[in-house]
Nanobody, 124 residues
Framework: QVQLVEAGGGLVQAGGSLRLSCAASGRTVTTYTMGWFRQAPGKEREFVAGIRRSDGSRYYADSVKGRFTISRDIFKNMVYLQMNSLKPEDTAVYYC?????????????????WGQGTQVTVSP
């Protein structure tokens, strides 16, 4: 199994940028479909971005498309989420997750392993 540790969260003004990182250990990131989710207070956890294990292709929630970029570094065994043009509604705890399932996976129920989360707060 894989262990995931996120880092890079913080406080940023609207319009700013942050890069989240997810360090994987135990197994390589190419073994899994990798994803980022977020959960705001009082809301359900929602899909943000994913990267397919087969070919590294990427897919995004409509709410972040064009602003966020998911990537992976096979040699460092890391997954990243570059977040630009941040908005107050992006405020949430962000989670890195790994799924043993193939293809496009956007439901939290499809992911087997989770990091502890990192807080992102965007001020107006």
């Amino acid at each position: 199994q894989v262990q995931l540790v996120e880092a890079g969260g913080g406080l940023v003004q609207a319009g700013g940028s942050l890069r989240l990182s997810c360090a994987a250990s135990g197994r390589t990131v190419t073994t899994y479909t990798m994803g980022w989710f977020r959960q705001a207070p009082g809301k359900e956890r929602e899909f943000v971005a994913g990267i397919r294990r087969s070919d590294g292709s990427r897919y995004y929630a409509d709410s972040v498309k064009g602003r966020f970029t998911i990537s992976r570094d096979i040699f460092k065994n890391m997954v990243y989420l570059q977040m630009n043009s941040l908005k107050p509604e992006d405020t949430a705890v962000y989670y890195c997750a790994a799924s043993t399932m193939l293809g496009v996976r956007t439901s939290s129920n499809e992911y087997n392993y989770w990091g502890q989360g990192t807080q992102v707060t965007v001020s107006p």
